[in-house]
């Protein structure tokens, strides 16, 4: 069975940095050949993508995030690691990833539940 | 960035009723388009890729159609259990932009 789940800080404060992990179960990024990307929710911007890793290498940030952004891989641990710089307020939100398909490019098949992550003083 | 519209942005219809949903795109897109539902509280699952085909497990009373850059998800007879926000995302150029969403009620 396929799933995915989102682990992290609830609450982090203007100018801190963010970690996710993201815990990968019933498959692998590698020996499946897939990719894991982070989309997240937040009130002003409805579903946004943050970016994503592929099996191969291949790796991708949204042009308005990516100098916040970077995404990483644990293979020993089989989960995949957000990690955003400078939270601020409007990046509240709730955080998914999600499994990517190997024959549809950017194609989110199987979603993590989220997690909810508020930015505040 | 690909920007994709979607109307209506809310719908209310009848149990059995059809219902339809349009998604628009800002270029051509060929059929690099997929449909998510979201229900309350949970995340969005994967309707429909390739514009029009169906992910596994999905009931067939979902479909879609369309290429370029006009697009529909139809449910042919609306259920309880679809009451939900659909979004539209383009896959042909990254980021793979989401539509604004549609909400979906039972009258």
């Known amino acids: 069975q396929i799933t995915l789940k989102e682990s992290g800080p609830t609450l982090v404060k203007p100018t801190q940095t963010l970690t996710l992990t993201c815990t990968l179960s019933?498959?692998?990024?590698?020996?499946?050949?897939?990719?894991v990307g982070w989309i997240r929710q937040t009130p002003g911007k409805a579903l946004e993508w943050l970016g994503f890793?592929?099996?191969?290498?291949?790796?991708r940030y949204s042009p308005s995030l990516k100098t916040r952004v970077s995404i990483s891989e644990d293979t020993s641990k089989n989960q995949v690691v957000l990690t955003m710089t400078n939270m601020d307020p409007v990046d509240t939100g709730t955080y998914f990833c999600?499994?990517?398909?190997?024959?549809?490019?950017?194609?989110?098949?199987?979603w993590g539940q989220g997690t909810l992550v508020t930015v505040s003083s | 960035d690909v920007q994709l519209t979607q109307s209506p942005s809310f719908l209310s219809a009848s149990l059995g009723d059809r219902v339809t949903i349009t998604c628009r795109a800002s270029?051509?897109?060929?059929?690099?388009l997929a449909w998510y539902q979201q229900e309350s509280g949970k995340a969005p699952k994967l309707l429909i890729y390739?514009?029009?085909t169906l992910h596994s497990g999905v009931p067939s009373r979902f479909s879609g159609s369309g290429f370029g850059s006009d697009f529909t998800l139809t449910i042919s007879t609306l259920q309880p259990e679809d009451v939900a926000t659909y979004y539209c995302?383009?896959?042909?150029?990254?980021?793979?932009?989401f539509g604004p969403g549609t909400r979906v009620d039972i009258k």
């Open positions: 999600a499994r990517l398909s190997y024959g549809d490019y950017g194609l989110a098949e199987f």
């Open positions: 019933g498959f692998s990024i590698k020996s499946d050949a897939v990719g």
């Open positions: 890793i592929y099996w191969d290498g291949d790796e």
């Open positions: 270029q051509g897109i060929s059929d690099y």
């Open positions: 390739a514009a029009s």
């Open positions: 995302q383009q896959l042909n150029s990254f980021p793979f932009t």
